[in-house]
């Protein structure tokens, strides 16, 4: 992955290099090197893990955490969805 397919990426998520970093649990300073991974003078190695979860975020979307449900007289309700596999 490149400098730039990881500005891509990250770009393509909506996410700032602050959010990607907090997402990434990188701490507070994160979003630094999140910044030197996304230069375009940076010559080394995107971690190979920083990798797996950048594909991961963009091809896997996450789980809703709610879903609304029209019941039999029309109405509608939110039920919130308590597991990944949890479906009322």
């Not at 594909?55 to 609304?68: F, G, M, Y």
């Not at 029309?74 to 479906?87: F, L, S």
């Amino acid at each position: 992955m490149t400098p730039a397919d990881f500005r891509a990426a990250r770009a393509s998520l909506g996410l700032t290099q602050k959010s990607l970093a907090k997402a990434l649990r990188m701490g507070t300073h994160g979003w630094q090197t999140i910044s030197r991974w996304e230069s375009d003078d940076f010559t080394g190695t995107i971690p190979g893990p920083v990798q797996v979860a950048m594909e991961h975020l963009i091809n896997c979307p996450v789980a809703p955490k709610s879903r609304t449900i029209t019941g039999p007289a029309g109405e509608i309700a939110t039920k919130r969805m308590k597991g990944k596999h949890n479906v009322g």
